[in-house]
């Protein structure tokens, strides 16, 4: 039951964000039960899910709800853009963690343990004869998991940098429609920006499997596996998050939710896909190609 | 008093009452107490392990427990008093105050906020329950260094999504607070205008949402570490124990400043109202706090002198770190500049705000001291460090942060606190706290080292003077449970509007308490 | 002097209520050492130490001449000045001065500190939880070293010793005036080797090596601990090194060939579990893997 602050909508009374925390704790909880071995936490995790996916619903579905009803105005709309702008940032900052470990792991620990720099006595000391180079044999001292195969930049990697350079086109082309009112543009725009969501997803799946059975290039290869699946991986992830947010836009397009002059949710998915790009554009230069 | 009777009718006409109030609740003020309670259980919480800590360090010898679950203690201390005591408590008094301040009707993503809220407990519960589980809680240290903390035993994931969750509770809260000071301002509330609380806030927002997620990036990397045969920071496979101290520092370093930003921001408030006079220096104290913000950022490696960084890195960040004392120093010159030939009266507000900013740059200097990367040699991992953390964490943060709530507590319960009670408090605090902390420097350039059970006969006087004056410190603390008790069931004397003779701001002009919803109408500003 | 805990609390309460000069103050500052380091790195302390304490005085002097001068009860009206910049900028500069001023011989010490250039022996040093594995490189001695005291004293069943905790079974012998380069690794998890005296500390990380070193000036036992949270037995890994003349050093080498070098311990550490057992002495290139599994399957 709302009733508008001055101008400024401020809901009353939420049960969704609580039962998301429910929903957090048991998938969360489950998780580290199932990594201790527990037989209680896939379950958990089953039950977390599903509570996370209610709420999600819920919650969203409220927001659509009063969206559609014009309980927001501009200053609600910017709040927004704010909201997701810094979430965005925020996980500008996770993926740059990542990439930090990356450069440090070229940049000083493999040369440090192949006896450059300060690293001279460690070698001498430790690893006598160790080269490893980048990225042919990064995996360590060790030589953990083994020899493995590297996937080459201008293959699979450089058809999905186009399939998502393409995507960030589709889905500016479907803004514009859907900002010069022109519905058929929006659905086509989006569709095409899902279909090559999927597309790179798929290729991506190729890619690893390829990895795993064919190069035994694995998570457990060292340095060069962790970063390389680590970074991709999680990227892959949010391909996949944005890509259902994409499906979700996409049915709401259909259901003609969205005005030339109303859509943040469309916006903001948007620039979720942007980001997803401009991250990939990172991963395809420093973890594929140099 | 009308607004009491308006704070009432809002509850009574649209509000769920009992614990589904709290719940669902999406008013920041509601969501701010919230905080602040969570946020005083959690401190009693991991006061009490500070208690166990001091009690095993009374004498030599083992008395009490088994060196693995001091470790514990120790690692549980510093995790829950930094995530669970003083970042929720900053956040609690945001919530409270901010859209008080700046005239706005509540936080800009109340959903949101209420959300960022319930995290919390959950993830409380999943570290401390740790203490529960085969393999005793995390031993690591709050730093959670691997390899050492890959040996913990079942906990380990717990801490890790505990670890995840906190994050995510404070990101939200950020994002929150940076939009509602972005965008929830009363017209006429220029970002030049803001009450300098916000200010700090706004700033410590950013830094949070900056690092917070690093954070999250370097756990995840310890899980999949430890899970799935990653190499992150095992040398055999090319990775570098040391990476993640790199990262973790990265967060850390500016975390320290998002505990201790918000606390200035409360002495900012407190002592223009006693000395009542302006604040001195306003622009100034904007961009040092910037100044201090940015710096955060690229001196990380500082706690990491004796890691073996090449001679080139540890100039750098000994430069570098040594740097933060001139924006900091700007403070506490224009706080003694704002004293400086007021009219002062010394409420216990005032007192805290005081007793803050004079031990608070005790802290600081030996923070000077420690970031002198030759001598860093020397005082590194011993008690001079633990000294130099609760000077600034303890007095900086904390007792800043207790200041604002007696400056506070009559806005938020309509109740003047009991101002003789409020005195004991604070003396009692002060002797504790020097009792406890200014020995520990001793023992630490006398060559104790941090995170030990036991220790060398030497060390044995200083050691006794810290643990009775932690429990000084520590029940004295209940003074401050007694006192806002006592104003939150409505005993004491009412508070007008303005509270405080010297009090200027939006959050003066509203009926104490302040109605439900603090300002239906944006209110103009000058 | 073997203290119990009521003789020390007795101490703790009269020497420091009362502060009799009959009784000894327990040591509150850093050591001055026997190291040209330590001297250095002592006038450092006290140097900046001073300069925090003048600046201090300063400010707690305004501050305190304010709170006593400037207050209501006394009927000082308050000022309405709230900006200068000329203060503003005094103060941002004269404090960044001052920091040069330090800058400049902890950056010499600094570059002193890290250069280990012209050795004149080098030891190499691994940690283990929890314990220290010396290994003379040009000498060819090995050895273990760990905790000493007895669990009685550790659990208070019998008196504690004068160097209670601070003692182990195999000192470090090294020779005086003697530029010392140490190697230090770790086998676990990460270590730190310090000892005030010689105001030297170091990490020792598992898989990489640091390099440190050391001149001792003077003969003598100088003690130090581990510094570096590193398990359950932190508190219980000391060092202890006892400096001599090179002859006496020499004669050490000889004997310390002639018996079995070794690390069988008579050690008080509580209930220590060795979970490096399996380690040799040659060296530790071999344990990489062993080191690796550790860290999987901790
Ligand atoms: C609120 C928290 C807080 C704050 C504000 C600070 C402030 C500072 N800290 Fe501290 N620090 C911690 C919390 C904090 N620290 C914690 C928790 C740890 C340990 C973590 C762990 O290992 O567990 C730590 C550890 C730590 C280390 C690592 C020690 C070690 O492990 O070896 C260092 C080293 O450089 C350091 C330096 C500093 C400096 C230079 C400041 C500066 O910001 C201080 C600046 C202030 C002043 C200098 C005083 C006021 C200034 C003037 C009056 C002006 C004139 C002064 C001069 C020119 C001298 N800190
Ligand atoms: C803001 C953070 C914060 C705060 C407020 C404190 C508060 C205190 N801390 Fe600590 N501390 C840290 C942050 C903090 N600390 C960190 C980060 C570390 C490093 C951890 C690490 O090395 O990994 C640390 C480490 C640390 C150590 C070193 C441990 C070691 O190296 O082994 C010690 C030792 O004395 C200590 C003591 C204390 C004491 C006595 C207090 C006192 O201020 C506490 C006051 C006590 C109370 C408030 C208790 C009140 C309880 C009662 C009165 C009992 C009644 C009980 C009930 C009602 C349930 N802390
Ligand atoms: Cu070894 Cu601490
Ligand atoms: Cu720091």
Request: glycine share 10%.
């Given at each position: 039951?709302?009733?508008?602050q001055?101008e400024?909508y401020v809901p009353?009374?939420?049960?969704?964000p609580?039962?998301?925390s429910?929903?957090?704790?048991?998938?969360?909880?489950?998780?580290?039960?199932?990594?201790i071995?527990?037989?209680?936490?896939?379950?958990?995790?089953?039950?977390?899910?599903a509570?996370?996916i209610?709420m999600?619903f819920?919650?969203f579905?409220?927001?659509?709800?009063?969206?559609q009803?014009?309980?927001?105005?501009?200053q609600v709309d910017?709040?927004f853009r704010?909201g997701?702008?810094w979430?965005?940032?925020?996980e500008?900052m996770f993926f740059?963690?990542f990439?930090?470990?990356?450069?440090?792991?070229r940049?000083?620990?493999?040369?440090w343990?192949?006896g450059e720099?300060?690293?001279?006595?460690?070698n001498?000391?430790l690893?006598p004869?160790?080269e490893?180079?980048?990225?042919?044999?990064?995996n360590?001292?060790?030589?953990?998991?083994?020899?493995?195969?590297?996937?080459?930049a201008?293959?699979?990697?450089?058809l999905?940098?186009?399939?998502?350079?393409?995507?960030g086109?589709t889905?500016?082309?479907?803004?514009w429609?859907?900002?010069?009112?022109n519905?058929?543009?929006?659905?086509l725009?989006?569709f095409?920006t899902v279909?090559?969501?999927?597309?790179f997803?798929?290729f991506?799946a190729?890619e690893?499997?390829?990895?795993y059975h064919?190069?035994n290039l694995?998570?457990?290869s060292?340095?060069?596996?962790s970063?390389?699946?680590m970074l991709?991986?999680f990227?892959?992830?949010?391909?996949?998050?944005?890509?259902?947010?994409?499906?979700?836009i996409?049915?709401r397009s259909?259901?003609?939710?969205f005005?030339a002059e109303?859509?943040?949710?469309f916006?903001?998915?948007a620039?979720?896909?942007?980001?997803?790009?401009v991250v990939?554009l990172?991963?395809?230069?420093?973890?594929y190609?140099? | 008093?009308s607004?009491?009777t308006?704070h009432?009718?809002?509850h009574h006409e649209?509000?769920?009452?009992?614990i589904?109030?709290w719940?669902t609740?999406?008013n920041?003020?509601?969501?701010g107490t919230?905080y602040l309670?969570?946020?005083f259980?959690?401190f009693?919480?991991?006061?009490?392990?500070?208690?166990?800590?001091?009690?095993?360090?009374?004498?030599?010898?083992?008395?009490?427990?088994d060196?693995q679950?001091f470790?514990?203690?120790?690692?549980?201390?510093?995790?829950?008093?930094?995530f669970g005591a003083?970042?929720?408590?900053?956040?609690g008094?945001?919530?409270?105050?901010?859209?008080i301040?700046?005239g706005?009707?509540?936080m800009?993503?109340p959903?949101?906020n209420?959300?960022s809220f319930?995290?919390?407990?959950?993830a409380?519960?999943?570290?401390?329950v740790?203490l529960?589980?085969?393999?005793?809680?995390?031993?690591?240290?709050?730093?959670?260094y691997p390899?050492?903390?890959?040996?913990?035993?079942?906990?380990?994931?717990?801490?890790?999504f505990s670890?995840?969750?906190l994050?995510?509770?404070?990101?939200?809260?950020?994002?929150?607070?940076?939009?509602?000071?972005l965008?929830?301002?009363?017209p006429?509330?220029?970002l030049m205008?803001?009450?300098l609380f916000v200010?700090?806030?706004?700033i410590?927002?950013?830094?949070?949402?900056?690092?917070?997620?690093?954070?999250?990036?370097?756990v995840?990397?310890?899980l999949?570490?430890k899970?799935f045969?990653?190499?992150f920071f095992?040398a055999?496979?090319?990775?570098?124990?040391v990476?993640?101290?790199?990262?973790?520092w990265?967060?850390g370093?500016?975390?320290?400043?998002?505990?201790?930003?918000?606390?200035?921001g409360?002495l900012?408030?407190?002592?223009?109202v006693f000395a009542r006079?302006?604040?001195?220096g306003y622009?100034?104290?904007?961009?040092?706090t910037?100044s201090?913000?940015?710096?955060?950022?690229i001196?990380?490696?500082?706690?990491m002198y004796?890691v073996?960084m090449?001679?080139?890195?540890?100039?750098?960040f000994?430069y570098a770190?040594?740097?933060i004392?001139v924006?900091?120093?700007v403070?506490?010159?224009?706080w003694?500049?704002?004293m400086?030939?007021?009219?002062m009266?010394?409420?216990?507000?005032?007192?805290f705000?005081?007793?803050?900013i004079v031990?608070?740059?005790?802290g600081?200097?030996?923070?000077?001291?420690?970031g002198?990367?030759?001598?860093d040699f020397q005082y590194?991992?011993s008690y001079?460090?633990?000294?130099?953390f609760?000077?600034?964490l303890?007095?900086?943060?904390v007792?800043?942060?207790?200041g604002g709530?007696?400056?506070w507590?009559p806005?938020w319960?309509?109740?003047?606190?009991d101002?003789?009670?409020g005195?004991i408090h604070f003396?009692?605090t002060?002797?504790g706290?020097n009792?406890?902390?200014?020995p520990q420097?001793f023992?630490?350039?006398a060559g104790?080292p941090?995170?030990?059970?036991?220790?060398?006969?030497?060390?044995?006087?200083w050691?006794?003077?810290?643990?009775?004056?932690?429990?000084?410190?520590?029940f004295a603390?209940l003074i401050?449970v007694?006192?806002v008790?006592?104003?939150v069931?409505?005993e004491g004397?009412k508070?007008t509007?303005?509270?405080?003779e010297?009090?200027?701001g939006l959050?003066?002009?509203?009926?104490?308490p302040?109605p439900y919803h603090?300002?239906?109408?944006?209110?103009e500003?000058? | 002097m073997?203290l119990t805990?009521r003789?020390?609390?007795?101490a703790?309460?009269t020497?420091s209520l009362?502060?009799?000069p009959?009784l000894?103050?327990?040591?509150?500052?850093m050591?001055?050492?026997?190291t040209e380091?330590?001297?250095?790195?002592?006038?450092?302390?006290m140097?900046v130490?001073?300069?925090?304490?003048?600046?201090?005085?300063?400010?707690?002097?305004?501050m305190?001449y304010?709170i006593?001068?400037?207050r209501?009860?006394?009927?000082?009206?308050?000022?309405?000045?709230?900006?200068s910049?000329l203060?503003?900028?005094?103060?941002?500069?004269i404090?960044?001065?001052i920091?040069?001023?330090i800058?400049?011989?902890a950056?010499?010490?600094m570059i002193?500190i890290?250069?280990t250039?012209?050795s004149?022996m080098?030891v190499?040093?691994?940690?283990?939880q929890?314990?220290?594995?010396?290994?003379?490189?040009?000498d060819g001695v090995s050895?273990y070293?760990?905790?000493?005291?007895?669990?009685?004293?550790i659990?208070?069943?019998a008196?504690?010793?004068e160097?209670?905790?601070l003692?182990?079974d195999?000192?470090?012998?090294l020779?005086?005036?003697?530029?010392?380069?140490?190697?230090?690794t770790?086998n676990?998890?990460?270590?730190a080797w310090?000892?005030?005296d010689l105001?030297?500390?170091?990490d020792?990380?598992?898989?990489?090596?640091n390099?440190?070193?050391?001149?001792?000036?003077k003969?003598g036992?100088y003690?130090?601990?581990?510094a570096?949270?590193c398990?359950?037995?932190?508190?219980f890994m000391?060092?202890v090194?006892r400096a001599?003349?090179?002859?006496e050093?020499?004669?050490w080498?000889?004997?310390?060939?002639?018996?079995?070098a070794?690390?069988?311990?008579?050690?008080g550490?509580?209930e220590v579990?060795?979970?490096?057992?399996?380690v040799?002495d040659?060296?530790d290139?071999?344990?990489?893997?062993?080191?690796q599994d550790?860290?999987?399957?901790a």
């Amino acid at each position: 039951m709302a009733h508008a602050q001055g101008e400024y909508y401020v809901p009353h009374g939420t049960r969704w964000p609580f039962i998301g925390s429910v929903g957090l704790f048991f998938l969360l909880g489950g998780f580290a039960m199932f990594l201790i071995g527990s037989g209680i936490g896939s379950t958990s995790m089953a039950i977390g899910a599903a509570i996370l996916i209610y709420m999600l619903f819920g919650w969203f579905g409220t927001v659509i709800k009063e969206s559609q009803a014009g309980t927001y105005n501009d200053q609600v709309d910017r709040s927004f853009r704010w909201g997701m702008s810094w979430f965005i940032f925020s996980e500008v900052m996770f993926f740059a963690a990542f990439f930090g470990a990356l450069f440090y792991v070229r940049q000083l620990s493999m040369p440090w343990l192949s006896g450059e720099g300060t690293g001279m006595v460690t070698n001498a000391t430790l690893y006598p004869g160790y080269e490893g180079n980048w990225p042919t044999q990064a995996n360590g001292p060790a030589d953990m998991g083994g020899t493995y195969g590297l996937i080459p930049a201008w293959g699979i990697p450089a058809l999905n940098t186009l399939i998502l350079l393409s995507s960030g086109v589709t889905v500016t082309w479907a803004h514009w429609g859907l900002k010069e009112g022109n519905r058929k543009k929006l659905i086509l725009g989006l569709f095409a920006t899902v279909a090559l969501g999927i597309t790179f997803l798929s290729f991506q799946a190729t890619e690893y499997i390829h990895a795993y059975h064919e190069l035994n290039l694995t998570l457990a290869s060292g340095v060069y596996g962790s970063t390389f699946f680590m970074l991709t991986g999680f990227h892959g992830l949010h391909v996949t998050l944005g890509t259902i947010m994409l499906i979700v836009i996409l049915i709401r397009s259909i259901m003609g939710h969205f005005s030339a002059e109303h859509h943040f949710a469309f916006e903001a998915v948007a620039w979720y896909w942007h980001f997803v790009d401009v991250v990939w554009l990172g991963l395809f230069i420093f973890v594929y190609w140099v | 008093m009308s607004a009491v009777t308006t704070h009432d009718d809002a509850h009574h006409e649209e509000h769920p009452s009992g614990i589904m109030r709290w719940i669902t609740t999406t008013n920041h003020k509601d969501i701010g107490t919230l905080y602040l309670w969570f946020s005083f259980a959690m401190f009693f919480v991991g006061g009490t392990m500070a208690l166990i800590i001091r009690t095993e360090l009374f004498m030599p010898g083992l008395q009490v427990v088994d060196p693995q679950f001091f470790n514990s203690m120790t690692t549980l201390h510093g995790l829950i008093m930094v995530f669970g005591a003083v970042m929720p408590a900053a956040v609690g008094l945001a919530n409270w105050m901010i859209p008080i301040m700046i005239g706005a009707p509540d936080m800009a993503l109340p959903r949101m906020n209420n959300w960022s809220f319930w995290i919390l407990p959950f993830a409380g519960f999943m570290l401390v329950v740790t203490l529960f589980l085969p393999g005793g809680a995390p031993a690591g240290g709050w730093t959670m260094y691997p390899p050492l903390t890959l040996q913990t035993g079942d906990a380990f994931p717990f801490l890790i999504f505990s670890v995840h969750l906190l994050g995510m509770s404070s990101i939200m809260g950020s994002i929150n607070i940076i939009a509602t000071i972005l965008n929830l301002r009363a017209p006429g509330m220029t970002l030049m205008k803001m009450p300098l609380f916000v200010w700090t806030w706004l700033i410590t927002a950013f830094l949070l949402v900056a690092v917070m997620p690093v954070l999250a990036g370097a756990v995840t990397m310890m899980l999949t570490d430890k899970y799935f045969g990653t190499a992150f920071f095992t040398a055999a496979g090319g990775g570098d124990p040391v990476m993640f101290q790199h990262i973790f520092w990265f967060f850390g370093h500016p975390e320290v400043y998002i505990i201790v930003l918000p606390a200035f921001g409360v002495l900012s408030q407190i002592v223009p109202v006693f000395a009542r006079k302006p604040l001195f220096g306003y622009s100034s104290m904007v961009y040092a706090t910037a100044s201090i913000a940015f710096l955060s950022f690229i001196v990380w490696a500082h706690h990491m002198y004796t890691v073996g960084m090449p001679l080139a890195g540890q100039l750098y960040f000994m430069y570098a770190t040594v740097l933060i004392s001139v924006p900091t120093g700007v403070k506490v010159f224009n706080w003694t500049a704002t004293m400086w030939r007021g009219s002062m009266t010394f409420e216990t507000p005032m007192l805290f705000a005081i007793g803050s900013i004079v031990l608070f740059t005790l802290g600081g200097f030996t923070g000077l001291m420690l970031g002198v990367a030759p001598a860093d040699f020397q005082y590194h991992d011993s008690y001079f460090v633990v000294a130099h953390f609760h000077y600034t964490l303890v007095t900086g943060a904390v007792i800043g942060i207790m200041g604002g709530v007696y400056l506070w507590l009559p806005k938020w319960t309509g109740r003047m606190y009991d101002e003789k009670l409020g005195k004991i408090h604070f003396w009692l605090t002060m002797i504790g706290f020097n009792l406890t902390f200014f020995p520990q420097h001793f023992l630490g350039l006398a060559g104790m080292p941090r995170r030990i059970p036991d220790y060398a006969l030497q060390f044995t006087d200083w050691n006794m003077m810290s643990s009775v004056g932690s429990y000084i410190f520590g029940f004295a603390q209940l003074i401050l449970v007694y006192v806002v008790i006592k104003c939150v069931r409505g005993e004491g004397e009412k508070a007008t509007n303005e509270v405080w003779e010297g009090a200027e701001g939006l959050e003066w002009t509203l009926p104490s308490p302040p109605p439900y919803h603090s300002f239906t109408t944006p209110p103009e500003v000058k | 002097m073997a203290l119990t805990g009521r003789q020390s609390l007795f101490a703790a309460l009269t020497g420091s209520l009362v502060a009799g000069p009959a009784l000894a103050i327990q040591p509150y500052n850093m050591p001055v050492g026997v190291t040209e380091t330590s001297r250095t790195i002592y006038d450092l302390h006290m140097l900046v130490f001073w300069v925090c304490v003048v600046i201090g005085i300063g400010v707690f002097a305004v501050m305190f001449y304010s709170i006593w001068k400037h207050r209501k009860s006394r009927g000082h009206e308050a000022a309405k000045f709230h900006e200068s910049t000329l203060v503003e900028f005094v103060w941002t500069v004269i404090p960044f001065a001052i920091l040069i001023a330090i800058a400049v011989p902890a950056t010499k010490a600094m570059i002193d500190i890290e250069d280990t250039a012209d050795s004149d022996m080098t030891v190499k040093i691994t940690a283990y939880q929890w314990k220290w594995h010396y290994d003379y490189l040009d000498d060819g001695v090995s050895f273990y070293s760990s905790l000493a005291t007895p669990r009685d004293e550790i659990y208070n069943e019998a008196p504690k010793g004068e160097h209670y905790l601070l003692q182990v079974d195999n000192e470090v012998v090294l020779p005086v005036n003697k530029k010392v380069r140490f190697l230090l690794t770790a086998n676990d998890v990460i270590h730190a080797w310090w000892i005030p005296d010689l105001a030297v500390k170091r990490d020792a990380i598992p898989g990489f090596v640091n390099e440190m070193w050391t001149r001792i000036e003077k003969p003598g036992v100088y003690r130090g601990q581990c510094a570096e949270l590193c398990g359950r037995d932190h508190g219980f890994m000391p060092i202890v090194v006892r400096a001599v003349e090179q002859d006496e050093y020499d004669k050490w080498v000889a004997e310390k060939k002639g018996s079995v070098a070794g690390g069988a311990s008579t050690t008080g550490n509580p209930e220590v579990t060795t979970t490096s057992g399996a380690v040799d002495d040659s060296g530790d290139t071999d344990d990489l893997a062993a080191e690796q599994d550790r860290n999987h399957d901790a």
